[in-house]
């Protein structure tokens, strides 16, 4: 498996790695993809790693601090 680290990865990579992994990033359901996207822009740009926005994400999990709100996805049944 090749490194997923920035110095190892160009910028197109990068953008692949998270089409690939999130599923349908152009897909028409609103509020679904962009927040995940938005999520992961620093480590497309090179400024972040995966380690350090999976461990910020997790943080404010775990400590109830405000994230950004999800609006729903129309497609879904919940």
């Known amino acids: 498996m090749k ?5 190892d990865t160009t910028r197109e990579e990068r953008e692949q790695i998270v089409s690939e992994s999130i ?4 897909g028409a359901c609103d509020g679904c993809s ?3 996207i938005r999520m992961y822009q620093d ?14 994400f997790n943080a404010r ?6 994230g950004p709100d999800k609006s729903g996805c129309g497609f879904s049944s919940f």
């Open 34 to 36: 962009p927040g995940l």
């Open 61 to 66: 999990y775990i400590s109830g601090a405000e």
């Open 43 to 56: 480590y497309i740009d090179g400024r972040k790693e995966l380690r350090e926005i999976h461990m910020e």
């Open 23 to 26: 599923g349908n990033i152009d």
């Open 3 to 7: 490194s997923l680290l920035i110095a």
